[in-house]
Every structure is written in structure tokens, then in C-alpha cells.
């Protein structure tokens, strides 16, 4: 690590004062400081990630332990430790080159990715605007930009006449979704509205809001409330179960077909069961996954519409990760039925390639998000429009203009070429698995995620025979091996790619370790991923060989 000060001239102590401080609230320091400032600021708008170039962040040339022991300081100082130009150099110089490369093309591990450099900037104008999105008293324009932005994603989904959008763009007494933090608190607004849909005020109850779920079941003749989602569902769905009260063992979890996706005879049966149980049970919602956090597989979403629109159940589409394959003409299909939803996740964050973090939750109905209305006397007063009425967070940040202006920026078209560019390689990156002998692909790519293993010829052969047993230890080995060399190949840190373990759709079929890839980044291309499976390779002979 370079040295930046001159130690051999004596510092004057830093002390903390009006002085010091009204300048912190007006401009640098001094013309040094500012020079200093605005040379860091074009490094990190132009490219941070050039600190983190040569490997992905996850070697263990400097481990985590280490690390940890350098970061032990309990004590605040009274006066200031160092100067504002000081603490940059150490973000950059220090802290940036440990930080994981997520925008390097080898890093193909997560949903969290490269994003456009403008993005940068757009956040940077947020934070130096800082308003404040729960009141218009201290967002203003920012609030209208806000809900136009809501009906652009929602007629993304929907698709509903001019008239509807003309009605609800902008009207104060309706709203088309809310802007959150992320796809866990979009999951569970979504929920929380239709448990208080389920639950809603009748004769002599308040309603579930108001009076509490134990209040609610006895008004409905309820014992129970569930919530069905295929087994591939986020684990946010069971935090919402807790926070809800129903409990996250009543995140029901259907078994899945062998694509992956929800099976709609095990649901069917599973609705069934529920609805002649002796136990008088709430289906609060039915949630179908547009594009799996595992496998980027999508529910079949016309199916399950069709389900939920049959037995009068909310129908959820968490698409927290595969919304903005709407914006591709070629794969939007793919999402088809979405617009069935009563409701719908969609991530800033994942695919709209926002900085973090941003979740997005949309309604079919602009009235439904009344069940969810809270008023406070000195802001969001009855009738005001002020955003932070209805919306599980309080302040929050102006996530709509990054997410406007990005649409701006990029056009549908834009979108649709990051779209199409994960989904075909994905798809070329399958091909690649299929062709070489000592691996299998586990579930192919519907969207741009897709999962394999290492599997040695010599040992799928073996696995052939009719020996439950022998089935079982080798399906062991590999588990092992899979681990294996995901850790060592993310140890070394030239590339990553993460790993999970897969309950198969069959109740007989033994837990999966697999290897999971997700292409998001425009830079990956299939040289890289097979660069990336030549590394697999190698540490498998290596390690095990
Ligand atoms: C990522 C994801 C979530 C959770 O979103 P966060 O933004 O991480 O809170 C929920 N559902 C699916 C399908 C996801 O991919």
C-alpha cells in the first residue's frame, strides 16, 4: 500500500470546532482539499474498479481474519483522527482493494453485478439533493417523478389503456405501487397488503391492521393462514411469515417439476387439502417466481393466474430478479401471465442495474394499497400525497430519478440488448457444460441463471446401475467435490461462481450441490466462462485426481 503523507513535516491537531465544522457544511477545507477531493471523486466516477482489476476480491492473499484484526477500534475520538482528504485516501487506497470485484466479467456468482458507470453519478446527485421521499414537504417534484416512474414499470406489466394511466399517474388517492429498499420488504408489502385484503373491516371488526391477527381469525372463523410458493421461493417470503404473525411455517413449500418451476398438480392437490382440512385455513396468497434466485427458472404464471383467479386467492409474482426481461421483445414471453398478478416484486437493484439498493412492488388494483394507509399529524395527513402514507419504510431516498433517468439513458432497447446478452449466453455457456465429459448441467437456463456440476465421467457411469445405495454415495462424492472446488476456485480469485444446494423435484432424489452461474455482466463472454470451467477442471484434477 502506497504512503500518502508526509510524516516529517509536524501536523497542527485536528480539533473540532464551529469553524472547522460550518465548513464542512459549505466546501472543502481549503483549495489543496479541493483539488485532492475532485481528483478522487473523477477516480471513483470513472472507474473505481480500477483498484480491483486483477482478481474478483476473494483471495485470500489477505484473509478475512486478518482483515478483521485491523478493524477492532471501539472508541470514537473526541476531536477529528484525520482530514476529509485523508479518510479518501484510505477508502481508496485501503479499503477499496479488499472490497469484492463485482463488476469483473469472471465474477458470475451473484445477482449483484457491474453497473453502468452513470449510475455513479446519478446517485451521487441523489445523495447531494437528499430529499426525502417520505413527505412532499421535503421531496416535492421528486414525489410526481416518483409516481410517473411507478406507471411506467406498471404499464411495463400490465399494459392498461391510456385512460388508466391518465386517471392514475398522478392521482393523490390511488397509487400504482411503492418504491422500498429491496425485493425482501417488496415481498412482504406485497403480503402484508393481502393479508389485510383476506382480513379486511366487516361488521363489528376493525380489520387485521387495527386489531391484530388472533382478533381477525376469530371474526373470519380462522385457524390458520398460508401462503403457497414452490420450493425454489426466496427465504424473504418466511421473514414476511414471521413479521406477518402467520408464522413462516405457513409459508407452504410445493414441490417443483423437473424444470424447476411450481408443480401445478401438487399445488392443485395442496389447495385442495387445505380446503377440506378440518382446520379452517387462509390462503392469503398464491406466489409465482419469475425467475428463481437459484435457478432463474419462472412459475408458470398463466397457470397459477388462472389458479388463484379460480379460488379467489391473491396472486403474488415475485420477479424481484427477472422483471425487466418485459423490456426484451425476443424473451418477454417468457414472463407471460404476469400481468395476471395482484401484485409484483421487481428489484431496482438486479436487473434494471441500479446501484444498491432499490426494490419496487406493483399493484393490478391502484385501490388496494388503502389496507395498508397510515397517517401521522404532522406529515402524511389524510388527503395529502405525500408517498410515505402508504409504504412499509418511512424516509427513504429519491431511487425514482436514478431509475427514471436510467430509462432514459438506456431506452428499452438498451435494457433489452443486457436482457438478450444474458439469456444467449447462459445458454451458450450450457452448451459448453454439455459438451464436456466430467460435467453436468443441473438446470438449464430459462432466463440467464443456470446451474451444474462437476460430475466425472468415470463416476456417471457407476451412478447408471440400479443401486440405491451406490446412487446415494455418489451423489455424496459429488456433493463434496462440488464444494470443494466452488471454495478453492473462489479462494484462488480469479473468478467466482457461487454454489447451492438443490432439493430435487422428487421426494426420492437426493440434495444436489451445484454450482451456480449468473450472467448479468455485458462483459462476460463465453471465452471467459470457458476459461472459468478450465479452472474447475484443473482444481478437480488436482484436488481429487
Ligand atoms: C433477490 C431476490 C429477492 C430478495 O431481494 P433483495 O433485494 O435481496 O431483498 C426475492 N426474490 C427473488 C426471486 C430474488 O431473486
Known sequence: MMKKQNTITPKKALVADWTTLTRTFIKPEDDAARSTLIKYMEQILFGLQDFLKKHVGFTEEVSLLDLSKKFTDIRISKNPEKKLTDVLTDLIEDIAPHAVNVASPYFVGHMTSAIPFFMVHLKTIVAALNQNVVKIETSKVVSVVEKQVLAKIHRLIYRKSDAFYNEHIQSPSTTLGCFTENGTLSNLTALWVARNVFFAPKNGFDGVEKEGLQTAYKAYGIQRSVVLVSRRGHYSLNKAGGILGIG??????????????????????????????????????????????????????????????????????????????????????????????????????????????????????????????????????????????????????????????????????????????????????????????????????????????????????????????????????????????????????????????????????????????????????????????????????????
Not at 275 to 302: F, Y
Not at 405 to 419: C, D, F, N, T, V
Not at 434 to 446: A, G, H, N, S, Y
Open 248 to 545: 413462516n411455517h405457513n409459508i407452504v413449500a410445493v414441490d417443483v417439476d423437473e424444470n424447476s418451476r411450481i408443480h401445478i398438480g401438487s399445488l392443485n392437490r395442496t389447495i385442495k387439502e387445505i380446503k377440506n382440512s378440518r382446520e379452517k385455513t387462509a390462503i392469503l396468497a398464491v406466489v409465482g417466481i419469475a425467475g428463481t434466485t437459484e435457478t432463474g427458472t419462472v412459475d408458470p404464471l398463466l397457470k397459477l393466474g388462472e389458479i388463484c383467479a379460480e379460488n379467489s386467492i391473491h396472486f403474488h409474482v415475485d420477479a424481484a430478479w427477472g422483471g425487466p426481461t418485459l423490456m426484451s421483445e425476443k424473451y418477454s414471453h417468457l414472463l407471460s401471465g404476469i400481468e395476471l398478478a395482484n401484485s409484483v416484486t421487481i428489484d431496482g437493484h438486479k436487473q434494471f442495474y441500479m446501484p444498491m439498493s432499490c426494490g419496487m412492488v406493483y399493484f393490478k388494483d391502484p385501490e388496494i394499497m388503502d389496507q395498508v394507509i397510515y397517517h401521522a399529524h404532522y406529515v402524511n395527513r389524510p388527503g395529502s400525497v405525500d408517498l410515505g402514507i402508504k409504504s412499509p419504510s418511512g424516509s427513504r431516498e429519491a431511487n425514482s430519478l436514478i431509475l427514471d433517468s436510467a430509462l432514459k439513458i438506456m431506452g428499452s432497447q438498451g435494457y433489452a440488448l443486457l436482457i438478450d446478452h444474458g439469456i444467449e449466453t447462459a445458454r451458450e455457456f450450457a452448451g459448453e457444460i454439455e459438451k464436456r465429459p466430467d460435467f453436468q448441467l443441473v438446470t438449464p437456463p430459462e432466463l440467464n441463471i443456470l446451474t451444474y456440476r462437476l460430475f466425472p465421467a468415470s463416476l456417471q457411469k457407476q451412478i447408471l446401475g440400479p443401486d440405491v445405495e451406490q446412487a446415494i454415495s455418489i451423489n455424496e462424492k459429488l456433493n463434496k467435490i462440488n464444494r470443494t472446488v466452488q471454495r478453492l476456485q473462489r479462494e484462488t480469485g480469479n473468478s467466482f461462481v457461487s454454489r447451492t444446494t438443490l432439493k430435487m423435484g422428487n421426494h426420492l432424489e437426493q440434495d444436489k450441490v451445484v454450482l451456480r452461474a449468473v450472467i448479468m455482466n455485458p462483459m462476460t463472454t463465453i471465452e471467459i466462462l470457458r476459461k472459468i470451467l478450465d479452472e474447475q477442471e484443473n482444481i478437480y484434477k488436482n484436488t481429487f485426481t
